[in-house]
């Protein structure tokens, strides 16, 4: 389906047409993935950094580096950026932008210019962030729990009304991905034709269509308590204070599934292409994001297992939390399956599948020991609870983020990286994880509270090895900025299929043309049909 | 009393991931981890193994270059992983909401103790005996302990990890947490619900005590010693929680530092100045807000009728030391 003359007359997405503005305005799917591709990046190092530095403040159970009130904005900046700015935009808005249409055979996503809306809506809400930071950042932490979030004197109403703008964003980029899977589907491609890619981004854009609303709704009410005193959450007017976790969660479990659901789209990808093995069960695949989704919506109550909800409130939310823990359960199963009888090629990529299965096993776990009612009622709140969701956030959403990045590298700018700098950079983020979080499982057991400024000095050895955990993890992100950046300046040219992919993106010119295929390509066949391929 | 009070370490005492129980629930919250840890480990090591086997049986090789099966599915073995962690599941939701419900029924013979949060210490008041402390909750060993709580300004959370309980403590309502514990020590209360600067400094200790001693204690309060003054001042200063927001190295915090503040003037917020003498400390301990100084925000709970006079003589003392 390559058609070489015809492809290098037109060139690459990249540089056809030229010039800066044709960047800024364009309604091209490929290259709004790639700008927000640059400011998820940009975030996830600023969040990082604010990691490093408060990991630095706990070298020492006192006042080191920070007051506390800047250890406390530190921590709020951390989570805010990293939630909001990068991990629910990270894979959909980037990746997914990208591939998606590519792997529907399609030119472009239903709605181009509300892509284009979208991003700037996402950078809009960014100033508004960034304001934040440098006008006496925020110290709520990211869930910005009342009553303090509204009687705090930082400036929560900027942070609030950035969170308020991105979600926006994310819905927009809900709403287009839904309308592109139901309508722009390659002749012959039916639902179950479908990528699991493309699966995952569905059951994500149902979570971001119908949730988000409730998190703008919340975060609007909270700035009108602040500002005119409202009486909503505040407990002096007639509020109640319980009721903002309540709306709050609503959104932000549900807003976990939104990170996580198309990191498992990507695992299921490289999974069958390093492989080259159809994937194991795809039905059941297609079906469990659709019922993570579903369920993701009933689970919210877990976080308020100490708040004081009755206790038959506590009996269904922990039930329902376990429910929602077996389809997960049941994609690692099928991926380990579908290594069985595959022809495995060990490149970066598949290292970062790998990881994934690790220490997303890890946080799976730990979330099954945090669902039951008694042991929550000891980790609540504690480090153990920190760790756990860094090892599925970071251990599963990040991983599968990064694989995701380096299986469809060549294929967005037509360079290839170095594979040998891959495995280091992958050695060391994966060990230096495990060295940040793992710890923070044992002091979370040892009864350590969470945003802590100081603490007692009987936890410092195990905060001290944590913090240099940070370090090593940094290493290896630093090495991957270089090689990655390498590899755009002097990298080899990237063939249309580096990996032996099955899907249509791989059918197409690295970078592809402007519109994606030379002509509309026709699907006869399931997306993973090595078999056909490889006889 | 004039002796310091040793907190039990949590990492040093118990197992590799608990701190030693004080309570016999203790021990059916960390059978249940154990349970699951138990479980994880089996399934873990037998999917690391799965996964390094396959990574060496179906590596790529000259010999191995495509596939060599194609089965798409297999509803059998699907259902069996569907079905056996549900079974987990559910049997590890049965555990964990049984003791979950022994952990919120206190029993109907409990001692109440009221317990007020505030940024940023722990107030409590014994109803009956008409006894408050700061920082320091004194109970009787082998005897239920109901805990009524509230808070005057934001959410925080009573938390006590030998005891593996912990409730948040509301600002518009009252909340409940019980406990009994099985034998006597000094052991540590945080606060884990994020509440602002001093956060990490609204620590307590619970003081476990025979019953004969908790009478003792009952009747002496807790300002009946013969602690030299300076010695008790600096002990109240932790214990009544001071450090959280004043502190002694010169440091400006939450509130102005102690260090060189007696027999100087300070300016307030009003414009005035005032003389840092035994009188204004003790007005500024039992009425903090009357004259606030310049630079800091009136946000110091009042100390009014739960410091004693010796109590408060022993601070001013131990502030003409710094």
Known sequence: MVHESHAASEGSYLTNPKGWKSWLFTVDHKRIGIMYLLFIVISFALGGFFALALRLQLLSPVKFLFTAKQYNQLFTLHGAIMVFLFIVPSIPASLGNFMLPLMLGAKDVAFPKLNLASFYIYVFGAIFCVFSMISGAADTGWTFYTPYSTTTDTSVISMTLGAFILGFSSILTGVNFIATIHKMRAKGMNWFRMPLFAWSLYATAIIQVLATPVLAITLLLLILERTMGVGIFDSKLGGDPVLFQHFFWFYSHPAVYIMILPAMGVMSELVTTFCRKNVFGYTTMAYSSIAIAIISFLVWGHHLFVSGQSDNAAAIFSILTFLVGIPSAIKVFNWLATMYGGSINLKTPFLYFLSFIVLFCVGGFTGIMLGALSLDVYFHGTYFVVAHFHYVMMGGTVMAFIGGLHYWWPKMFGKMYSEFWGRVACFFIFAGFNMVFFTQFILGAKGMPRRYFNYLDQFQSLHAFSTVGTWVLGLGFLIMAFYLIDSLINGPPAPANPWGGMTLEWQTQSPPIMHNFESAPVVDHDPYDYKRMDG | ?322
């Open chain 2, 1 to 322: 009393m004039a002796k310091e009070v040793v907190i039990e370490s949590l990492m040093k005492s118990g197992s590799f991931w608990f701190p030693e129980g004080a309570t016999s629930i203790t021990n059916r919250v960390d059978g249940l981890f154990y349970f699951i840890l138990a479980g994880s480990i089996i399934l873990f090591v037998g999917i690391c193994a799965t996964l390094v086997y396959f990574l060496y049986k179906y590596r790529r090789t000259e010999a191995n270059p495509v596939a060599t099966s194609n089965i798409t599915h297999s509803t059998i073995l699907e259902l069996v992983w569907t079905i056996i962690p549900l079974i987990l599941c559910l049997f590890i939701f049965w555990w964990g909401y049984k003791d979950y419900l022994s952990m919120s029924t206190p029993p109907g013979n409990a001692l109440e103790i009221r317990v007020i949060g505030k940024k940023w210490l722990w107030q409590f008041e014994y109803p009956k005996e008409g006894v408050k402390t700061l920082g320091e909750l004194v109970v009787p060993v082998n005897r239920p302990i109901r805990l009524v709580m509230g808070s005057e300004d934001v959410i925080h959370s009573f938390f006590l990890p030998n005891f593996r309980i912990k409730r948040d403590v509301l600002p518009n309502r009252y909340t409940r947490l019980w406990f009994e514990a099985e034998r006597t020590g000094n052991f540590q209360i945080f606060c884990s619900e994020y509440c602002g600067d001093a956060h990490s400094a609204m620590l307590a200790t619970l003081r476990v005590v025979t019953e004969a001693e908790y009478k003792e204690w009952l009747k002496g309060g807790s300002g009946a010693s013969d602690e030299p003054l300076p010695e008790l001042g600096k002990r109240l200063y932790t214990k009544n929680a001071c450090n959280t927001c004043h502190s002694i190295d010169g440091s400006p915090s939450v509130g102005p530092t102690w260090k060189g503040m007696y027999g100087h003037n300070v300016s307030l917020v009003d414009g005035t100045s005032v003389l840092v003498d035994d009188a204004y400390i003790k007005e500024s301990i039992e009425k903090p807000n009357a004259k606030v100084v310049k630079g800091f925000q009136p946000i110091m709970p009042a100390y009014a009728g739960v410091m004693r006079e010796r109590e408060i003589l022993a601070l001013i003392e131990y502030m003409k030391s710094l």
